[in-house]
Nanobody
């Protein structure tokens, strides 16, 4: 079972930035996609962004233009650079490599 460990969450004011990291316990295989999800209080978990083994990226409309997903294959680490943060971005952020989930990292954006 692959292990995923997120870090980098915290408290930031609206308009600020944070960078989340997700360290993966093994190499990403061809055809696999690493994803970020988030879950706000009282809401369902939602997909945020994904990056394929080839480096193709996709984003939810709600974060497009503000968030950037990237991956350092040598470090088996995925990142989520979050800029222009809004209070509605407040959530626990999870990384996902099917079928495994990380434990999550809290992001809180104050207004």
């Amino acid at each position: 079972q692959v292990q995923l460990v997120e870090s980098g969450g915290g408290l930031v004011q609206a308009g600020g930035s944070l960078r989340l990291s997700c360290t993966v316990s093994r190499t990403i295989f061809s055809g696999e996609t690493l994803n970020w999800y988030r879950q706000a209080p009282g809401k369902q978990r939602e997909w945020v962004a994904g990056i394929s083994s080839r480096g193709t990226t996709n984003y939810a409309d709600s974060v497009k233009g503000r968030f950037t997903i990237s991956r350092d294959a040598a470090k088996s680490t995925m990142y989520l650079q979050m800029n222009s943060l809004k209070p509605e971005d407040t959530a626990v952020y999870y990384c996902r490599l099917f079928p495994s989930w990380g434990q999550g990292t809290q992001v809180t954006v104050s207004s």
